[in-house]
């Protein structure tokens, strides 16, 4: 066992936590050359010793977070740019992009954590602003906060017997639900401690293999290379929008039995600014962390909605009418309570919908005049009762990562 070590490549200097002081909000950790931290301000407060760009780039944008917490993992020490792990390893990857970060589970999954309802003291940690990711299985309404992926970045959850997978990397803005089963087999998904074009690689816990990063879905690593686990639906809205649309929802309790503070996000300073934690090929046409709704095609297309380009498009709200790859598709868009924007297939028992905004945060289809809330369900009209069901092929995702993992992607312009 042993906690986190960093190595400068370019000299093969160590760079090694000799302790590490807890308190409530904040944590210093000290490192063998006297570099003094606290976590939660992103920024070496003093050097003894001047550590390398790299190291003085992971320490502001607050990447020792496993650190932070005291958590230690079993293997070998990882490298700032690159690592021993990553030599061996064998991947369908440009390996420049592929940096060891830290130790397997340093970053700790959490499988099956509780879950309270919106009144109940766990949720007490969530302002209505803040952004989760949604899932609705088997009617089960369920929210899975930023706040927690920022600590966990994979939840493992079950609802009447069906796994699924809820993943987000912080580093690119992205929060993919996953169907973990591969044939017979149910993977145990976790945080590897790499990262690919800084987008988190995932890896099995129960065997200790590598996947692949999440933004390729398909494995791209080890025994993974010619399998793939299978989106599933998953939407990102407010806290306070998603508990208004499911009263009885679900959300991940603060009690998870991880010493972490919820209330206090380690990426803040890193999704205002415009820096990357580590250096890699961007298409700077737009903000590089301007959000997306993507809906990506397997061959590196599909077609991307910057949010910038819907709210100068249609305003405070509007719907889209689209055909991607074969299938009627419309798109929800809301700019209050935290900018929502929703991919649906748009039909019905057979029959294709077109849609408009009803500019009070409802939509009404052209065909049957029924109104449908921004989630896709039917509250009015002759399909009162229906759901449209969500694109599994869709999430958000920041543009840079967008742009790097679908490539050919087309981007909606308005």
Request: proline letters at 6%.
């Amino acid at each position: 066992m042993y906690c986190t070590t960093f190595i400068e490549h370019a000299t093969g200097r160590r760079w090694e936590p000799l302790r590490t002081v807890a308190h409530f909000d904040t944590v210093t950790v000290r490192f063998s050359h006297e570099i003094v931290m606290p976590p939660t301000s992103h920024r070496a407060s003093h050097f003894r010793a001047s550590p390398p760009a790299s190291l003085r780039r992971a320490l502001r944008l607050g990447v020792f977070l496993a650190l932070a917490s005291g958590a230690c993992g079993d293997g070998e020490p990882v490298g700032v740019d690159g690592g021993d792990r990553t030599r061996d390893l064998i991947c369908d990857l440009n390996r420049d992009l592929l940096v060891s970060e830290t130790s397997p589970g340093a970053i700790p999954a959490m499988t099956q954590p509780p879950m309270v309802t919106q009144g109940e003291t766990g949720a007490l940690y969530l302002e209505d602003d803040e952004r989760v990711l949604g899932v609705v299985a088997n009617g089960s309404a369920r929210a899975y906060p930023h706040a927690v992926l920022d600590h966990h970045e994979v939840i493992n959850d079950r609802v009447d017997g069906a796994w699924f997978t809820v993943t987000f990397c912080p580093l690119t803005g992205s929060g993919l639900r996953l169907d973990p089963q591969l044939g017979a087999e149910r993977l145990d998904v976790a945080v590897s401690g790499l990262l690919f074009a800084n987008n988190l690689v995932l890896y099995d816990r129960t065997s200790g293999d590598v996947y692949g990063p999440q933004l390729a879905v398909a494995g791209t690593c080890s025994r993974f290379r010619d399998q793939s686990m299978t989106l599933l639906p998953v939407v990102e809205m407010s806290w306070g929008e998603w508990k208004a649309l499911y009263p009885t929802t679900l959300v991940v309790s603060s009690a998870t039995g991880f010493n972490r503070n919820y209330r206090q996000s380690p990426y803040e300073e890193y999704r205002q600014d415009e820096d990357l934690l580590h250096d890699m090929p961007v298409d700077r046409s737009r903000p590089l962390k301007e959000r997306v709704l993507g809906i990506r095609s397997g061959d590196g297309s599909g077609i991307g909605f910057p949010f910038g380009e819907l709210a100068s498009a249609l305003g405070s709200e509007g719907a889209l009418n689209e055909e991607i790859d074969g299938e009627p598709t419309t798109v929800f868009y809301q700019a209050d309570d935290g900018e929502t924007a929703i991919a649906f297939y748009a039909t019905v028992g057979g029959q294709p919908l077109t849609f408009a905004a009803n500019n009070d945060g409802t939509f009404t289809d052209a065909e049957t005049g029924s109104v449908w809330r921004i989630d896709g369900l039917a509250v009015d009209g002759q399909l009162a009762g229906e759901r449209l069901d969500v694109r599994e092929d869709a999430f958000v995702v920041y543009w840079f990562a967008w742009r790097h993992f679908q490539p050919d992607a087309e981007v909606w312009a308005g």
